[in-house]
């Protein structure tokens, strides 16, 4: 017999308990495994985890059978007539195929087991440069037909996170969250649009990538199926090993009438909650708080520290609390942009369902224009997810709105154009550049501003990009906020001062007309063998800077476009103008770049 831990991945297709079926004729059980657990009966018919041992499963015809004393599994029917059952049907499909650019490809999953679909979750693991390109629809059986994401993310890379009708709202900032991050679909269509179908057929996902340049390759999909009519189903949370993670200013919606004592008891209860469990990276330096006021049952709440991993008894939590907002609790500490932690919200004697709010007084130190960080040419990374709006309103685009933003401040190192972008942020930003000097005042509006650009390959999207002739010495304010008076997330700013003196070029972009594509390959081909003649900038056909133009820069090239996480050309790179960092014998005698 094979042990299997619910860490490790299990290759049957279906995952169920299988009965015989004198046992099975009136009466289900709901089942829960862990993989540190020891199997133990509850008063409401679920086998569920304790420490220090797991529930032992073999394989037999495809399915996963538990085995257990029969003589327990007896008493625990007797003692509970009314015992009823959430079946539940996990399948997993790894293709690991190239996603067609453009192009769609499918893959399916064939469930034979067949149950009135209550409930369906399905975690994605895409990789792709550029989430913006991409179409992700799931199809049941009977066709009905959902839109997970379509066209959302811009920018953003990857699509990583289970799609759950009971998630979070829909936002692109959070698509390459994590596994552990529970998601609305976008639509069109939701996920509850599958209720009371037929489990049983085949299921679709199609991933069609709508804009060429970019590649992808769909690598997992988990298609979880749920039939709640039954009865009780435990929480996905319900231990620390599958907690859902959430983030600062947000409320979270939950439900303990079905979960289990985890076995952790706080340092302010001695008793075991019956508890669910959630996870937070924090994003900023302050002081953060949880709380759990307004649910209507009696909680117990703890923060656990989870850098490391989850808590074990030998552990104390941060902070603990029972009733601070009547009987619901509220737990405040301080903490340092990077820690992670656990939250166990439960109740004590107590169940039901509730609201976890997370909040905080973290600020960048960059918030206010009068504390801007001052910055150099290059890129600077940046994050306005504890940012707040400080009123400077500007009218850029057709919209008026005062964004969420934090300050730069920038001194031009060169007299000649200034470019600013914001590419590559996983969130719709807005971009002003105002006078230094004295810090603008709410309503007026920007000389320089950007709200939607087009990024250096001819691609739309939702960052921002500014173009501003400046000189040496010249000193200018930046504000850097979302597209919209909500917007947040992480990014960079990039800036590069083009000297009207100094010859500057994109690297790789060798018939110069300002995009990375294979015509530029194939011009350097001919400048080297065949009738071209050489080129006007030998350093943008450097495209490995090497310091040569040959057949190795060809090479490099064909491999930056079509081969998957490939090395791209170096500074000042593709999609950037930018001088030589490098030292050789190359020049450019002509490229526009401006």
């Given at each position: 017999?094979?042990?299997?831990?619910?860490?490790?991945?299990?290759?049957?297709?279906?995952?169920?308990?299988?009965?015989?079926?004198?046992?099975?004729?009136?009466?289900?059980?709901?089942?829960?495994?862990?993989?540190?657990?020891?199997?133990?009966?509850l008063?409401?018919?679920?086998?569920?985890?304790g420490?220090?041992?797991?529930?032992?499963?073999?394989?037999?015809?495809?399915?996963?059978?538990?085995?257990?004393?029969?003589?327990?599994?007896?008493?625990?029917?007797?003692?509970?007539?009314?015992?009823?059952?959430?079946?539940?049907?996990?399948?997993?499909?790894?293709?690991?195929?190239?996603?067609?650019?453009?192009?769609?490809?499918?893959d399916?999953i064939?469930?034979?087991?067949?149950?009135?679909?209550?409930?369906?979750?399905?975690?994605?693991?895409?990789t792709?440069?550029?989430?913006?390109?991409?179409?992700?629809?799931?199809?049941?059986?009977?066709?009905?037909?959902?839109?997970?994401t379509?066209?959302?993310?811009?920018?953003e890379?990857?699509?990583?996170?289970?799609?759950?009708?009971?998630?979070?709202?829909?936002?692109?900032?959070?698509?390459?969250?994590?596994?552990?991050f529970?998601?609305?679909?976008?639509?069109?269509?939701?996920?509850?649009?599958?209720?009371?179908?037929?489990?049983?057929?085949?299921?679709?996902?199609?991933?069609?990538?709508?804009?060429?340049?970019?590649?992808?390759?769909l690598?997992?999909?988990?298609?979880?199926?749920?039939?709640?009519?039954?009865?009780?189903?435990?929480?996905v949370?319900?231990?620390?090993?599958?907690?859902?993670?959430?983030?600062?200013?947000?409320?979270?919606?939950?439900?303990?009438?079905?979960?289990?004592?985890s076995?952790?008891?706080?340092?302010?209860?001695?008793?075991?909650?019956?508890?669910?469990w959630?996870?937070?990276?924090?994003?900023?330096?302050?002081?953060?708080?949880?709380?759990?006021c307004?649910?209507?049952?009696?909680?117990?709440?703890?923060?656990?520290?989870?850098?490391?991993?989850?808590?074990?008894l030998?552990?104390?939590?941060?902070?603990?609390?029972?009733?601070?907002?009547?009987?619901?609790?509220?737990?405040?500490?301080?903490?340092?942009?990077?820690?992670?932690?656990?939250?166990?919200?439960?109740?004590?004697?107590?169940?039901?369902?509730?609201?976890?709010?997370?909040?905080?007084?973290?600020?960048?130190?960059?918030?206010?224009?009068?504390?801007?960080?001052?910055?150099?040419?290059?890129?600077?990374?940046?994050v306005?997810?504890?940012?707040?709006?400080?009123?400077?309103?500007?009218?850029?685009?057709g919209?008026?709105?005062?964004?969420?933003?934090?300050?730069?401040?920038?001194?031009?190192?060169?007299?000649?154009?200034?470019?600013?972008?914001?590419?590559?942020?996983?969130?719709?930003?807005?971009?002003?550049?105002?006078?230094?000097?004295?810090?603008?005042?709410?309503?007026?509006?920007?000389?320089?501003?950007?709200?939607?650009?087009?990024?250096?390959?001819?691609?739309?999207?939702?960052?921002?990009a500014?173009?501003?002739?400046?000189?040496?010495?010249?000193?200018?304010?930046?504000?850097?906020?979302?597209?919209?008076?909500?917007?947040?997330?992480?990014?960079?700013?990039?800036?590069?001062?083009?000297?009207?003196?100094?010859?500057?070029?994109?690297?790789?972009?060798?018939?110069?007309?300002?995009?990375?594509?294979i015509?530029?390959?194939?011009?350097?081909?001919?400048?080297?063998?065949?009738?071209?003649?050489g080129?006007?900038?030998?350093?943008?056909?450097?495209?490995?800077?090497?310091?040569?133009?040959?057949?190795?820069d060809?090479?490099f090239?064909?491999?930056?476009?079509?081969?998957?996480?490939?090395?791209?050309?170096?500074?000042?790179?593709?999609t950037?103008?930018?001088?030589?960092?490098?030292?050789?014998?190359?020049?450019?005698?002509?490229?526009?770049?401006?």
């Amino acid at each position: 017999m094979e042990r299997f831990n619910l860490e490790r991945e299990i290759p049957q297709p279906t995952v169920c308990t299988k009965l015989g079926p004198s046992l099975m004729a009136d009466r289900r059980i709901s089942v829960k495994f862990s993989h540190d657990g020891l199997a133990q009966w509850l008063p409401n018919g679920k086998i569920t985890a304790g420490p220090n041992q797991t529930l032992p499963l073999s394989s037999n015809e495809g399915f996963l059978t538990m085995r257990f004393d029969v003589a327990l599994f007896i008493a625990a029917l007797l003692a509970t007539p009314t015992a009823t059952v959430a079946v539940d049907i996990v399948n997993t499909s790894s293709p690991a195929v190239d996603i067609p650019d453009p192009g769609t490809v499918v893959d399916s999953i064939v469930v034979t087991d067949s149950l009135s679909v209550a409930d369906v979750n399905c975690t994605i693991d895409i990789t792709h440069p550029f989430v913006g390109d991409l179409v992700v629809e799931i199809e049941s059986p009977v066709s009905t037909m959902v839109s997970l994401t379509s066209l959302s993310g811009s920018s953003e890379s990857d699509v990583r996170v289970t799609f759950d009708a009971n998630g979070n709202p829909f936002g692109a900032t959070l698509l390459a969250s994590g596994i552990g991050f529970h998601m609305q679909s976008q639509g069109p269509g939701e996920l509850d649009d599958f209720s009371g179908e037929d489990s049983a057929g085949t299921w679709t996902l199609s991933v069609s990538d709508t804009i060429s340049t970019n590649s992808g390759q769909l690598n997992e999909w988990t298609l979880a199926l749920s039939d709640t009519t039954g009865g009780p189903v435990v929480p996905v949370h319900d231990v620390c090993d599958f907690a859902i993670q959430i983030f600062d200013d947000t409320t979270t919606q939950f439900d303990t009438t079905f979960a289990s004592e985890s076995g952790f008891a706080s340092d302010c209860d001695s008793a075991l909650p019956t508890d669910v469990w959630y996870t937070l990276e924090i994003p900023c330096d302050g002081v953060y708080t949880a709380s759990t006021c307004g649910s209507n049952f009696d909680t117990v709440l703890s923060v656990w520290d989870g850098t490391a991993a989850c808590p074990t008894l030998a552990h104390a939590p941060i902070g603990c609390d029972d009733d601070t907002c009547g009987l619901q609790s509220e737990v405040s500490w301080p903490a340092t942009a990077g820690d992670v932690v656990f939250l166990q919200v439960g109740g004590v004697g107590a169940v039901g369902s509730g609201q976890l709010s997370i909040s905080s007084t973290a600020v960048p130190a960059n918030d206010a224009c009068l504390t801007a960080t001052p910055i150099a040419s290059g890129e600077t990374p940046f994050v306005t997810v504890c940012a707040t709006s400080d009123g400077v309103a500007f009218t850029c685009e057709g919209d008026t709105f005062a964004p969420i933003d934090i300050w730069f401040i920038y001194t031009a190192n060169c007299t000649g154009q200034l470019n600013v972008d914001t590419f590559g942020a996983d969130f719709d930003t807005s971009l002003a550049a105002w006078p230094a000097g004295v810090c603008p005042s709410g309503g007026t509006p920007s000389s320089f501003c950007s709200n939607d650009a087009t990024d250096p390959s001819g691609i739309p999207t939702t960052q921002s990009a500014l173009v501003i002739d400046v000189l040496v010495g010249e000193t200018i304010l930046l504000q850097v906020g979302g597209g919209n008076a909500e917007a947040v997330g992480h990014g960079a700013i990039h800036l590069t001062c083009l000297d009207s003196t100094t010859p500057t070029f994109r690297r790789g972009d060798a018939n110069q007309d300002a995009l990375f594509d294979i015509s530029d390959p194939v011009y350097t081909l001919d400048a080297l063998f065949g009738s071209g003649g050489g080129s006007a900038c030998f350093d943008a056909m450097d495209a490995n800077d090497d310091g040569n133009n040959d057949v190795a820069d060809v090479v490099f090239c064909l491999s930056a476009l079509f081969v998957l996480s490939a090395s791209q050309p170096p500074a000042p790179g593709p999609t950037r103008c930018g001088v030589d960092p490098t030292a050789d014998s190359l020049d450019c005698d002509q490229y526009d770049c401006l």
